[in-house]
């Protein structure tokens, strides 16, 4: 499978002692650390307990785990819908509760796995976060976000009320991909793009 950013190869994170991260030899920077992470419920269930791991830049990773194992609650903390103790997560060498909440979360996308489609049609979708922060998207502009989340141009008018789910999926994906967040994640998808 091909990014449809760069060119480069998808694949699963490989972590060996000697500091591959790559998978084939190569050192990458680390866009995300995370140090000693740990949440414990109000009941004194531990949720997270001291999870370590470096996400290197324009790598795709997969968290796999039972139900309730703290899949969630971490994937949260890298965008701050959980906060996270301090000196725990960062974002390129940033303690990120010192960044701004809304600044983290234009750099760190969340998908859904049961998205939030907004009245009007999928391209009024698409545009909505851009839009947000000043940035006009031409239709060409929402035809390639489409052909990115593997819709073809018939989605453009669609109402969000004509989709799947998977297809309003593929728009909440379309939609954070036109955000050009540096980091995207998905959370619990039980299908795959």
């Not at 139900?67 to 996270?84: D, H, I, Q, V, Y």
């Not at 859904?112 to 979708?125: H, Y």
Request: with cysteine.
């Amino acid at each position: 499978m091909e990014s449809f950013q760069d060119g480069e190869r998808l694949h699963l994170l490989v972590v060996d002692e000697a500091g591959d991260t790559t998978g084939n030899g190569t050192w990458q920077e680390t866009k995300i650390e995370v140090r000693d992470l740990t949440k414990v419920s109000d009941k004194g269930v531990v949720i997270l307990s001291k999870v370590n791991v470096d996400i290197p830049k324009g790598v795709i990773m997969g968290i796999i785990g039972p139900s309730g194992s703290g899949k969630s609650t971490f994937l949260r903390a890298l965008n701050r819908l959980w906060e996270p103790p301090r000196a725990s997560v960062f974002l390129d060498a940033v303690d990120i509760c010192d960044l701004d909440v809304l600044g983290v979360r234009r750099k760190v996308g969340m998908l859904f796995q049961l998205p939030a489609i907004f009245e009007g049609t999928v391209a009024d979708n698409i545009r909505y976060g851009p839009q947000l922060r000043g940035k006009k998207l031409s239709d060409n502009d929402v035809y390639k976000f489409l052909a990115l989340a593997d819709l073809d141009s018939s989605f453009f008018n669609k109402s969000g009320g004509e989709l799947s789910v998977g297809q309003a999926q593929r728009v909440a994906l379309a939609r954070t991909l036109a955000n050009e967040p540096e980091v995207t994640y998905r959370v619990n998808f039980g299908t795959t793009y």
